[in-house]
């Protein structure tokens, strides 16, 4: 069975056609490397055995969409992960994410309606619900307006695929994210920001390698626990995981809908106070943090009810938010160390 | 001062043309011919005695695009009409819906932010407010969730512009039309409605001519006077001024916000009753109908406020319903004798 994984070299991407590769799926990947390194596929081969095909192709060019949908013409199973992904970015060019964003699920999805049967796989994010009123966020909590353009792409995303699937052979399921976070176990692939990190793991564990001189928690007058902001920091090999079962519950077919919408966190929230205790305890450092005022834009508290992805996905994170920081951890200091 | 007028050659976009060439403005029209004639553009020359130069461009070819603003740089005025607009259409073929009327609009912005200054104005629609709350309706009534693909893509195309004039050098108008009818005076030009008209007035224009049986007016159950649907008839060349006016603003800049919102109506709601009534008056015929079942998605009742319009814009809808009525039927006995 050969899936298609649009930005198969990314963070999220590079984990889940690691976890395909192992659960037997023959794996195309196309990625523009905007945002990416080639040096991921070997990554991917040394955990797997198996190097993936790659195709280097823009998806904002249609006709290169179609020829690639003519050259793998078996591919009727997608997901698709390519996406512009910087909150502040979106607002500074927002066109740049209207278009890399929606442009080319448009175009992907014209593709796949041509088939006569077609599964697709969205990375969406819990930006999407905003400031939820109530913890932990259901699925069915309502769509809040969008704080960015970023968010914005995946709400339309959603409806995108939503009114397309009601009109066509395919089947999507529409994954949620919380904050994925850490590493592959193997240290053969991790998270790769380009410039100043802007999710807080990564901006530790730069930090804890010395590259930053002291991180910036945004805000302790938040009410929380201890001030800091919570969200739900879950291991990028759960997330990864979650994708290629969602994947066999589109191939089964068994009671399923048109569209699908699942929560990807663990259920569990995490300060950023206590993210950097995990991060002090795995690493045996101290972390250098001052507070700054709160961002524009941010939310208190964000985590996830997960009960409909435990029971009707059947998946729930496995791995902690300790086993998380200890990955990223070892893979910043891999990175380092080239 | 050079304007591109995209879709110049619908039904909107045409009455515009020669509001702008009459008021001295050069025009330059895109248009790929989907849902329209070339033949307009003689239309356009009879009133004005003016050709307009004419481009035959497929919007969604960003590269076309691409070239137009190279051949045309000084054009930094652009009024976007060009759309796909039928309501049913978008439900049964969503991602034309997306690609047609969010890719182009990306495409066009992305070349006008490149402009040291530039002026856009967008043709939103009063599906925007679905059912609003109170009557007439003014600009600050909410958006709700879009009932069609078609809604959709007016209410996401509004949240483009206003992210996108936020960091550029753009401002823009957005106008959100109410149920534009009627053709010019000159019966030169007017509307052209492919295969079965899906608005109101070119039905019964066409079922006066004999080219439709009867008329269905759905449901008459609805809380409305005479329990049909009310909507705010606008006479097309009113919309037309509505453009020019707009555009002056834009250029004159005095106390003009980044992106503003009007609504384009008469501020009178109208039921369909009442609109075979003026029909029936100025064309001296009887008008056959049969009342039908409800159309989903149908709202009972829509009309503008327009005290927005008539206070910051400078502009009022002048021309009545039977006005609207009476040039219609005269555009039709023309084109059905040609």
């Not at 993210?275 to 002090?280: D, G, N, R, Y």
Request: hydrophobic letters at 40%.
């Amino acid at each position: 069975m050969k899936i298609l994984v649009t930005g198969g070299l990314g963070f999220i991407g590079s984990h889940t056609v690691v976890e395909l590769q192992n659960e037997g799926f023959e794996v195309v990947i196309i990625d523009d490397l905007s945002n990416s390194s080639e040096d991921v596929l070997k990554g991917i081969q040394a955990i797997t055995g198996k190097l993936p095909v790659f195709e280097k192709i823009d998806l904002r060019e249609k006709s290169a969409i179609q020829d690639f949908f003519k050259k793998h013409s078996d591919v009727t199973g997608v997901i698709h992960f390519a996406a512009s992904k910087a909150v502040g970015e979106s607002v500074e060019n927002p066109l740049l994410y209207y278009e890399n964003n929606i442009g080319t699920l448009v175009y992907l999805l014209q593709q796949l309606q041509q088939k006569p049967e077609a599964s697709f796989i969205f990375s969406s994010s819990c930006t999407v619900y905003g400031q939820a009123e109530k913890m932990p966020i259901t699925e069915d909590a309502p769509v809040q307006t969008a704080m960015s353009p970023y968010g914005n792409t995946k709400q339309i995303g959603e409806e995108i695929i939503t009114d397309t699937v009601k009109v066509t052979n395919i089947c999507a399921i529409l994954l949620r994210y919380f904050n994925p976070v850490g590493a592959h176990s193997s240290t053969e692939i991790g998270e790769l920001p380009l410039g100043v990190p802007q999710n807080l793991v990564p901006f530790i564990t730069q930090t804890g390698a010395g590259l930053r001189k002291e991180l910036s928690v945004f805000g302790n007058d938040y009410s929380t626990p201890d001030g800091t902001a919570v969200r739900d920091y879950i291991h990028v090999v759960d997330i990864a995981k979650a994708h290629v079962i969602a994947l066999q519950r589109l191939l089964n077919k068994k009671n399923l809908a048109k569209v699908e919408t699942f929560n990807l966190g663990t259920g569990k929230g995490s300060s950023v106070l206590e993210v950097i205790t995990s991060f002090e305890k795995v690493s045996n450092k101290k972390l250098p943090y001052k507070i700054m005022p709160r961002r524009e834009g941010d939310v208190t508290e964000a985590y996830a009810n997960t009960d409909k992805a435990n029971n009707v996905l059947g998946w729930k994170a496995e791995l902690s938010l300790d086993e998380a920081m200890a990955s990223a951890w070892k893979w910043e200091q891999k990175i380092r160390n080239k």
